[in-house]
């Protein structure tokens, strides 16, 4: 809003055309969205006394040091992203709009899935076909109203990485393709919120990335040298991925071991469902599996044993998702989070360099 309304207004002071830049504004848009989780986080854990009921069938010693926590700690992580992005966004931007929209609802799906808890005082929560269903619906509507916004030459299309010159362009396949993503993201980020800081990180990691390469995307110059595809208008996305890096960041600064405050639900499936749009947007579907690797490692466990207790009777972890598999091995809590920020850590170099390899 400021670039749309402002800004034009005070164009003959100097130096306010700096203002016009993506990068500039991106920076502006993660210094807001830190201030605000800053400013909002210590009224919130104040004043906000609901607590989420821990899963019995967890870890014991969650039971004992997590119990009474507050939760929807991510009403401000996507409170934050969302008003910093549209005010140093252009806000005549479908895909920054779009984006800000898919965020909200599943951010919603989250809400009313940890109210559920609070409100029953049980971990269950929203029955998951309930969560399913509606995470579907979003994800259909993002992905269709985001592919009529496209150029002619790429609606439609698929890329792939690695490979500069083969593109599958069908577009019911697509939105199909691109729903299973962004559903797929936004159920692994909620899988990997685990522990206290352990999906946050990786968050961020994965938004910088993907800040990086939607500006890419967006410029014709980069996206030609790369030979990625040109989606004209993602580069204001970046200003999206800069903003959810600052409010992440507030965030942790409450959530690190111990933690003040849960993200719950209301976080963790709007952030996730946020990465899965923002790949959607730039065509780069399959390197959000790269640099998300951790969540897709964390979802896959869950899924591989689920699969093997029902074929077998048997596990195949101590207990799923699997950082609580080492939980149960006796890794310390803050041993098992930062490994794995550093296991996220090298899948996010590794993603990045898809850029270049084709």
């Known amino acids: 809003m400021f670039y749309n309304f402002i800004l034009?207004?005070?164009?003959?002071?100097?130096?306010?055309?700096?203002?016009?830049?993506?990068?500039?504004?991106?920076?502006?848009?993660?210094?807001?969205?830190?201030?605000?989780?800053?400013?909002?986080?210590?009224?919130?854990?104040?004043?906000?006394?609901?607590?989420?009921?821990?899963?019995?069938?967890?870890?014991?010693?969650?039971?004992?040091?997590k119990q009474g926590t507050p939760t929807m700690g991510g009403a401000i992580i996507i409170a934050s992203t969302i008003i910093s992005a549209l005010l140093w966004g252009d806000v005549t931007n479908g895909y920054l709009i779009a984006l800000t929209a898919l965020t909200f609802s599943y951010s919603a799906i989250?809400?009313?899935?940890?109210?559920?808890?609070i409100k029953y005082k049980s971990s269950a929560g929203m029955s998951g076909k309930q969560k399913l269903f509606f995470q579907i619906l979003f994800a259909l509507l993002f992905s269709y109203f985001?592919?009529?916004?496209?150029?002619?030459?790429?609606?439609?299309?698929?890329?792939?990485?690695?490979?500069?010159?083969?593109?599958?362009?069908?577009?019911a396949f697509l939105i199909v393709f691109t729903t299973f993503v962004i559903v797929g993201s936004s159920n692994a980020v909620n899988l990997t919120d685990g522990l206290d800081g352990l999906a946050t990180f990786p968050t961020m990691l994965a938004a910088l990335c993907l800040g990086i390469i939607t500006y890419f995307a967006g410029h014709i110059v980069f996206a030609n040298y790369l030979a990625i595809p040109y989606v004209a208008g993602a580069g204001e996305v970046s200003i999206f991925c800069g903003s959810m890096i600052g409010a992440c960041l507030g965030f942790l600064w409450y959530n690190?071991?111990?933690?003040?405050?849960?993200?719950?639900?209301?976080?963790?499936?709007?952030?996730?469902?946020?990465?899965?749009?923002?790949?959607?947007?730039?065509?780069?579907?399959?390197?959000?599996?790269?640099?998300?690797?951790?969540?897709?490692?964390?979802a896959v466990s869950v899924m591989l044993q689920v699969f093997y207790f029902k074929l077998t009777g048997k596990r195949i972890f101590l207990m799923a998702p699997i950082h609580h598999h080492f939980e149960r091995k006796g890794w310390n809590e803050t041993t098992v989070v930062i490994r794995f920020w550093i296991i996220s850590f090298v899948f996010a170099l590794i993603g990045l360099a898809t850029l270049k390899i084709r």
């Open 8 to 65: 034009p207004n005070l164009s003959f002071i100097s130096g306010m055309n700096l203002f016009r830049y993506i990068t500039f504004r991106t920076f502006c848009a993660l210094l807001t969205s830190l201030l605000m989780a800053f400013i909002l986080y210590p009224i919130f854990i104040k004043r906000f006394h609901y607590t989420q009921p821990i899963r019995s069938d967890g870890p014991q010693s969650h039971i004992a040091t």
């Open 110 to 117: 989250g809400f009313f899935d940890d109210y559920s808890k």
């Open 146 to 171: 985001v592919e009529i916004l496209r150029a002619p030459s790429i609606i439609g299309c698929l890329a792939f990485p690695f490979i500069k010159s083969f593109i599958v362009k069908n577009f």
């Open 256 to 298: 690190a071991p111990p933690a003040a405050i849960f993200m719950g639900d209301t976080g963790s499936l709007a952030l996730g469902g946020a990465l899965g749009g923002i790949s959607v947007i730039a065509k780069h579907e399959f390197v959000l599996a790269i640099i998300g690797g951790l969540f897709v490692i964390e």
